[in-house]
């Protein structure tokens, strides 16, 4: 080597993957449906502290980041798409025709696709009371194993009957399968919980044990972001253009400004 050579370029470290294929019935990710991004952007910065990073997708899509971990992805298409303002939890998948196959067959109703988003695949599914869900096939987002270790999220269906949903659930994502990589259903004080990994990742409830479903319920998944001051958030939350449904000590379910109903706990109230 001469004095003229340039040094060798050191080696990049490459990228880990994670895939739906080994984490597969676990809650992957959730998104909000909107109207309008920067009032969204706004209201969420301001309550939740969050960030903001573009995606391919484009000028209407973004990832919220929560110190800089991905939290949350925002979609405001929800006038363009003639689409409901909601949170939406999305559960990982290894093949999104086969469970979309498997929710029809059971009772539930395909909604929107499966539709390419690059780098997998995406559907809406309401499931047979009612309550919509997504499913994720594909590569997960980036940091995904940070976002998972930090919790930032958590997951609870109420609806009319957790085990009939829970039966549901389970034979259109592979719950307690057996396979490897699968998720664990337990059952704890009338409540259905959902673990991967040994961490608890959702939970699925309908009321008192022994009790009859109640007809009055309107089923659908409720997503809980952990905060360290429910009562601030609350507050902040009203300042901006939003509004405060329940509030206690250490939860508060909040209306976002486009009506997307959310809560926010403590990550002990979340677990």
Same mark, same amino acid.
């Given at each position: 080597?001469?004095?003229?050579?340039?040094?060798?370029?050191?080696?990049?470290?490459?990228?880990?993957?994670?895939?739906?294929?080994?984490?597969?019935?676990?809650?992957?990710?959730?998104?909000?449906?909107?109207?309008?991004?920067?009032?969204?952007?706004?209201?969420?910065?301001?309550?939740?502290?969050?960030?903001?990073?573009?995606?391919?997708?484009?000028?209407?899509?973004?990832?919220?980041?929560?110190?800089?971990?991905?939290?949350?992805?925002?979609?405001?298409?929800?006038?363009?798409?003639?689409?409901?303002?909601? #949170?939406?939890?999305? %559960? =990982? @998948?290894? /093949?999104?025709?086969?469970?979309?196959?498997? *929710?029809?067959?059971? !009772? $539930?109703?395909?909604?929107?696709?499966?539709?390419?988003?690059?780098?997998?695949?995406?559907?809406?599914?309401?499931?047979?009371?009612?309550?919509?869900?997504?499913?994720?096939?594909?590569?997960?987002?980036?940091?995904?194993?940070?976002?998972?270790?930090?919790?930032?999220?958590?997951?609870?269906?109420?609806?009319?009957?957790?085990?009939?949903?829970?039966?549901?659930?389970?034979?259109?994502?592979?719950?307690?399968?057996?396979?490897?990589?699968?998720?664990?259903?337990?059952?704890?004080?009338?409540?259905?919980?959902?673990?991967?990994?040994?961490?608890?990742?959702?939970?699925?409830?309908?009321?008192?044990?022994?009790?009859?479903?109640?007809?009055?319920?309107?089923?659908? #998944?409720?997503?809980? %972001? =952990? @905060?360290? /001051?429910?009562?601030?958030?609350?507050?902040? *939350?009203?300042?901006? !253009? $939003?509004?405060?449904?329940?509030?206690?000590?250490?939860?508060?379910?909040?209306?976002?400004?486009?009506?997307?109903?959310?809560?926010?706990?403590?990550?002990?109230?979340?677990?």
């Amino acid at each position: 080597m001469n004095d003229d050579t340039p040094p060798p370029r050191p080696a990049q470290k490459k990228r880990s993957v994670i895939s739906t294929h080994s984490v597969f019935g676990a809650p992957c990710w959730v998104s909000l449906t909107s109207r309008d991004l920067q009032t969204t952007e706004d209201f969420y910065s301001a309550v939740l502290g969050w960030r903001w990073r573009s995606v391919r997708l484009g000028d209407h899509f973004r990832i919220a980041l929560a110190d800089g971990v991905p939290v949350a992805g925002i979609a405001a298409v929800a006038s363009m798409w003639q689409m409901a303002v909601a #949170w939406t939890p999305y %559960f =990982a @998948v290894p /093949d999104a025709d086969e469970a979309v196959a498997r *929710a029809r067959e059971r !009772g $539930g109703t395909p909604a929107v696709g499966p539709l390419s988003f690059p780098p997998g695949r995406a559907a809406l599914i309401a499931d047979r009371d009612g309550a919509v869900f997504g499913i994720w096939e594909g590569e997960l987002v980036s940091n995904w194993e940070t976002w998972r270790r930090a919790a930032p999220t958590f997951i609870r269906l109420h609806t009319r009957n957790a085990f009939d949903s829970a039966i549901f659930y389970g034979e259109v994502l592979g719950w307690a399968s057996g396979k490897p990589g699968c998720c664990e259903v337990e059952y704890e004080g009338g409540e259905v919980v959902l673990r991967s990994r040994g961490d608890a990742v959702a939970r699925i409830d309908s009321g008192a044990v022994e009790t009859a479903p109640d007809p009055s319920v309107r089923p659908h #998944w409720q997503i809980h %972001f =952990a @905060v360290s /001051d429910v009562a601030a958030c609350a507050r902040i *939350a009203e300042k901006h !253009g $939003g509004s405060v449904l329940s509030e206690e000590e250490t939860e508060a379910i909040l209306r976002d400004p486009d009506g997307a109903q959310f809560t926010v706990t403590t990550a002990r109230g979340a677990r």
